[in-house]
């Protein structure tokens, strides 16, 4: 498979292991990110938005089981864990939670990229959206360079702010989900919420006013009291 599209973030506070995974993804040609620690993580994700994680139990700030959590609240992106607990148990109740997979430490590094090119292939199956041999996203009528940060509409490249253009990237990447406005703010700003700002409302506008000259705005949904999400 190609992978020159994909990032995977490795949240993993063992420097010896992140190396070893970190060569190995390299080598293969993914776009590969490492996090020490849940809060680097999170702030690496909500950055660079990576298409699988691989993710340690035993963090110093915070538990793995917790990560799984948080994560699976706003996101399906695949998840596979690396861990030195080997119980049965253990495992099983990490894929209820909502892990794709599970290696027990230590494991064998060929393994880890079989398994992460199985995960990125059926994610890639499930998804509602188009990604191209280099990384352009498509949904309908639109289209978005993620590498080039170029989008279009109906053809037509239209100018957008970086957070519209973080807010479209978010949506495309996830068409069949709805996003909450403190997801949209916290993933495209990168910052905490605040649940009294009307930011992300008047992003939203702004970008559906963009979009009419296309024809396209009606793709872009609000569902009250919810959030937002694209119309297929």
């Known amino acids: 498979m190609s992978n020159n599209k994909f990032k995977i973030l490795i949240v993993e506070d063992e420097p010896t292991i992140c190396s070893f995974i970190y060569t190995l993804l390299d080598t293969n040609g993914y776009k590969t990110y490492v996090a020490p620690t849940c809060e680097l993580g999170k702030s690496i994700f909500t950055s660079y938005l990576p298409d699988l994680i691989i993710l340690d139990l035993g963090l110093p700030d915070m538990d793995g089981v917790d990560i799984i959590k948080k994560v699976r609240t706003w996101s399906n992106l695949p998840i596979i864990v690396i861990s030195a607990r080997t119980a049965a148990s253990d495992k099983i109740d990490l894929l209820k939670l909502g892990a794709d997979d599970y290696l027990a430490k230590p494991f064998d590094l060929d393994e880890l ?41 109906a053809g037509e490249q239209l100018s957008l702010t970086r957070i519209e253009f973080n807010i479209m990237e978010i949506l495309m990447r996830h068409p069949k989900r709805v996003f909450t406005k403190q997801e949209l703010f916290e993933q495209a700003w990168g910052e905490p919420y605040a649940a009294d700002d009307n930011t992300v409302n008047v992003h939203v ?18 569902v009250w009291g919810m959030g937002f999400k694209l119309v297929e």
Do not use: M
């Open 113 to 153: 990229l079989a398994r992460i090119e199985v995960q990125l292939r059926h994610h890639g199956r499930s998804s509602a959206i188009a990604t191209s041999n280099d990384g352009v996203l498509r949904f309908r009528d639109w289209t978005l360079d993620p590498q080039a940060r170029v989008f279009c509409a």
């Open 205 to 222: 506008s702004n970008i559906r006013s963009k979009l009419k000259a296309s024809g396209t705005d009606g793709y872009l949904k609000t």
